[in-house]
Nanobody, 120 residues
Framework: QVQLVESGGGLVQPGGSLRLSCAAS????????MRWYRQAPGKERDWVAS???????NYGAFVKGRFTISIDDAKNTIYLEMTSLKPEDTGMYYC??????????????WGQGTQVTVSS
């Protein structure tokens, strides 16, 4: 099993910054990619950013250079650095492990999310 625990969300003013963390634990031997998603109230969950096991990064079009995804292998933690935050960035941010290999096989796992609110 794989457990993903997000943290780092909170209330921030427009133009501010936050760093989200996703701590992975369990018997995950490898993964295809780690991803961040977000979901605003009443809306669908949107993909935000991905990083592959060999550190290729991709971002949603709305990111526009404001966010950076990274991974600390030693800490089994994935980060999402967010800058120039806008009110429309408000939502619950989720971490996802895609193609995670464990003793039980290969699968996808989600965290419980961390709330980000951008408001003055």
């Amino acid at each position: 099993q794989v457990q993903l625990v997000e943290s780092g969300g909170g209330l921030v003013q427009p133009g501010g910054s936050l760093r989200l963390s996703c701590a992975a634990s369990g018997d995950m031997f490898s993964f295809d990619s780690m991803r961040w998603y977000r979901q605003a109230p009443g809306k669908e969950r949107d993909w935000v950013a991905s990083i592959t096991s060999d550190a290729w990064r991709n971002y949603g079009a709305f990111v526009k250079g404001r966010f950076t995804i990274s991974i600390d292998d030693a800490k089994n933690t994935i980060y999402l650095e967010m800058t120039s935050l806008k009110p429309e960035d408000t939502g619950m941010y989720y971490c996802r492990a895609v193609g995670a290999v464990t003793a039980r096989g290969k699968g996808d796992y989600w965290g419980q999310g961390t709330q980000v609110t951008v408001s003055s």
